[in-house]
Nanobody
Framework: QVQLVESGGGLAQPGGSLRLSCATSGFTGGRYGMSWVRQAPGKGREWVAGLWNVWNPTYYADSVKGRFTISRDNATNTLYLQMNNLKPEDTALYYC?????????????????WGQGTQVTVSS
């Protein structure tokens, strides 16, 4: 049973930083993708950043490129999202999500596994 548990959200000022963590368990091998997805109030879910477990490149939405960094620690099975230079429009519920079947990382409608989400609020 795959489980994803996010932590690290909170309140930050514009220009500030936060680091999200996602503790993962239950993966039994093979290729899978992992992403951070966010949902702002009144809007649909938006793919933010992702990576595949079997190779190194990371991928980002244009809205966060250069400000956010996704990474993983294989020793602790933890996925991270370092968020710098935060903007009010980054305010959202951030989900950690994983997939074995999606053809691309940004195809979030095909993701099978989701965490419960962690709230990020950017405000002065």
């Amino acid at each position: 049973q795959v489980q994803l548990v996010e932590s690290g959200g909170g309140l930050a000022q514009p220009g500030g930083s936060l680091r999200l963590s996602c503790a993962t368990s239950g993966f039994t091998g093979g290729r899978y993708g992992m992403s951070w997805v966010r949902q702002a109030p009144g809007k649909g879910r938006e793919w933010v950043a992702g990576l595949w477990n079997v190779w190194n490149p990371t991928y980002y939405a244009d809205s966060v490129k250069g400000r956010f960094t996704i990474s993983r620690d294989n020793a602790t099975n933890t996925l991270y999202l370092q968020m710098n230079n935060l903007k009010p429009e980054d305010t959202a519920l951030y989900y950690c999500a994983a997939t074995r079947r999606a053809a691309t990382l940004a195809t979030i409608q095909d993701y099978e596994f989701w965490g419960q989400g962690t709230q990020v609020t950017v405000s002065s």
